[in-house]
């Protein structure tokens, strides 16, 4: 079975802890934005900066608020704290207020969404797509890149964009990587963190593992077009093909360090036709990952990681004359403690220091046919033998 992947690339350099920011709900987000109205652009960056968010922000309401601020500062410190809640639950006053369906309605529910992922998913039509990404690290004291050594901590911030088309072509997916470089290696040196399989393959790998260990009802949440059902999933390691890859470099060498963790999650599902319009992966990483051990050679089974977690959301888009469902964004946050280069009077050796945080915020779009053959759905999938539930 294909393997569920996140990768992180640490630099070598030497940092500090962080500053820990002050949690507030989404409405006190809002009067934050609202108050600094009038505020120049850098001062309200750097409000946001120190703030975390208690429960998830929409991209809907994201939408609304960027246009509220002032500068480009603004608008990214909003992003990258909007992107890291994605994994929380939404505000209590944005669930339905609905009867939890009985198991016999859950059970044709998720039918539907093995028919969806197994039937619908593979008769995706050959197409092109831009993949815009926007690169968010933070920035301990004395962390040195590219040559820059910041002087204090430096919350989430925009680090570099890039832009890729992806090519979609008989269920896989091929990533041009431009002119500018050959190497296609997950493992790219601009510390991004590559998630593959977000047009089907990740679908697929994350219903086949939860089906084999617990996935249960959670609540009704409301969507663009209506209530969708949401799921949640724990998966063993032992049931898991999640795998989480760590990698340091140091010169020339870099020593890639992989593991497959077992993870949670939930799914937000259309109950009428099973589609997956929200997914959510979060590693659980054993105690054990969290190694006393500064030593990185002793670190072979034991990766010193905090948070490897994914989302993808979808929706429906327009690729030629139909409409499919396909992934319109991506949030990948990694967080886990650097490498750090120990300089002694005759010799150096490597470190783990303080954790540092990565995200990438990446946006699907400019989805258009491949010129080619291609395969086009012709009719509804078959169905389980009952009606959807009333919405």
């Not at 992947?5 to 802890?17: G, Q």
């Not at 309605?105 to 815009?132: C, D, G, H, R």
Request: some cysteine.
């Amino acid at each position: 079975m294909r393997k569920l992947t996140l990768l992180l690339l640490l630099m070598t350099t030497i940092v500090l802890p962080a500053i820990a920011a002050r949690r507030v709900t989404l409405e006190q987000l809002q009067q934050v934005i609202t108050s600094a109205r009038g505020e120049p652009d850098a001062n309200i960056a750097k409000e946001l900066a120190g703030l975390e968010l208690s429960e998830r922000a929409s991209f809907a309401w994201l939408a609304r608020c960027e246009a509220e601020l002032p500068g480009p500062a603004a608008r990214q410190a909003l992003v990258a704290l909007v992107d890291v809640s994605v994994f929380l639950d939404p505000p209590a006053n944005e669930i339905p207020k609905m009867e939890t369906p009985d198991l016999s309605t859950q059970s044709w529910i998720m039918s539907a969404v093995v028919v969806y992922v197994n039937s619908t998913i593979p008769e995706l039509p050959n197409f092109y797509a831009t993949q815009k990404t926007t690169h968010y690290e933070d920035s301990p004291a004395h962390y040195e890149s590219k040559g820059i050594i910041s002087a204090r901590y430096i919350p989430l911030h925009d680090v570099g964009d890039s832009s890729t088309t992806v090519l979609h072509r008989d269920g896989g997916e091929v990533v041009d990587a431009g002119p500018l470089t050959q190497d296609l290696n997950p493992a790219r040196r601009d510390g991004s963190l590559p998630t593959s399989g977000v047009f089907g393959p990740i679908l697929r790998t994350v219903l086949s593992d939860a089906i084999k260990s617990k996935l249960s009802w959670s609540h009704w949440e409301q969507g663009a077009a209506g209530a969708l059902a949401v799921f949640r999933f724990q998966v063993p390691r032992d049931n898991s093909h999640y795998e989480v890859k760590w990698c340091c470099r140091q010169g020339k060498n870099a020593d890639e360090l992989r593991q497959i963790s077992g993870y949670h999650g939930e799914m937000a599902v259309d109950p009428e036709d099973g589609a997956i319009l929200r997914l959510t992966v979060i590693a659980d990483l054993e105690s054990s990952t969290h190694s006393r051990s500064n030593e990185i050679s002793g670190l072979e089974h034991n990766l010193p990681i905090y948070v490897a977690n994914m989302m993808v959301e979808y929706a429906s888009v327009k690729i030629g004359d139909d409409s499919f469902i396909c992934p319109v964004k991506n949030v990948s946050l990694l967080r886990a403690r650097m490498p750090v280069l120990v300089r002694g009077a005759f010799a150096s050796h490597m470190e783990l220091g303080p954790e540092k945080t990565v995200l990438n915020d990446v946006a699907f779009g400019n989805y258009r046919e491949f010129p080619g053959e291609t395969h086009t759905l012709t009719g509804n999938p078959a169905e389980p033998d009952r009606k959807p539930p009333e919405r």
